[in-house]
């Protein structure tokens, strides 16, 4: 090899030290529909349809609000669901990149969910969600001239949903706060409490109880964490009332 525009003279190099040279430009593309790291984000917004879903930072803690047809309810983000969430877009990789020259072949020309997040210091990024085929799902960042082709599991990760972002700790007391575990089944409740530091079955019976078994039921719901969430709205369960200490 030599150095265009040096008279130095001509070198040998080992062929495997050249192999990025024989890449595909496609190759040097970035490849992620969003770019910006976590600690850098400021706010997101995620509009699909008649659903928006925004999540910022209100005094140092993130928050959720979602509008849908003019109701709108907020909560409080778990941090590591949101870090999941951003993770998973950032590794939706394109294995194809299109013209952005007909937009309405990607079904670009009218986006059927746009994400916009936004950094520290106000720059926007944003990714609009187009068709889905047997290539992928189709992506456009901001007005580049590209499209992005991603798997097309990733249509899911621009679905509005709050519960994605929901804390997985669905008891947010600790064991010793556990005084009364109330059970429903088939219309027969149940109910065990804590009395004086002594646990007793008190219905449908008052009767003794297997202390260590109980233990463990109170620790197995103190400690109990959603692996995922189905549904932003309640679905018809059976009961389980449980009841802190003071209450």
């Not at 939706?92 to 009218?110: D, I, K, Q, W």
């Not at 899911?156 to 972002?165: G, I």
């Not at 463990?216 to 549904?231: D, G, I, K, N, S």
Request: charged share 30%; glycine share 8%.
């Amino acid at each position: 090899v030599s150095v265009e525009g040096e008279p130095g003279p001509l070198g040998c190099v080992l062929t495997s030290r050249l192999d990025a040279l024989t890449r595909p430009l496609a190759d040097f593309r970035e490849a992620r529909p969003i770019t910006m790291r976590d600690l850098e984000l400021q706010s997101a917004s995620l509009a699909n349809g008649a659903v928006t879903l925004g999540v910022a930072q209100e005094q140092g803690v993130w928050r959720w609000t979602r509008t849908e047809r003019g109701r709108e309810e907020s909560g409080e983000v778990d941090d590591q669901a949101l870090a999941d969430w951003l993770t998973e877009i950032r590794r939706a990789r394109a294995t194809l990149f299109a013209s952005a020259e007909n937009l309405a072949a990607y079904g670009l020309e009218a986006p059927r969910a746009t994400l916009t997040v936004v950094d520290q210091e106000g720059i926007e990024e944003q990714v609009a969600m187009g068709a889905v085929s047997a290539e992928g799902l189709y992506l456009r960042r901001g007005d580049e001239p590209q499209i992005l082709v991603v798997p097309a599991e990733a249509e899911a990760l621009f679905t509005p949903s709050a519960a994605r972002l929901r804390p997985r700790q669905l008891w947010e007391h600790p064991q010793r706060a556990v005084t009364r575990l109330d059970l429903t089944r088939g219309g027969t409740r149940e109910r065990i409490e804590k009395r004086e530091g002594r646990w007793t079955i008190t219905e449908p019976l008052a009767v003794e109880v297997d202390r260590e078994r109980v233990l463990e039921l109170a620790r197995m719901v103190a400690r109990l964490e959603a692996e995922r969430f189905v549904a932003d709205g309640p679905a018809p369960l059976t009961p389980v009332e449980i009841s802190p200490v003071g209450a």
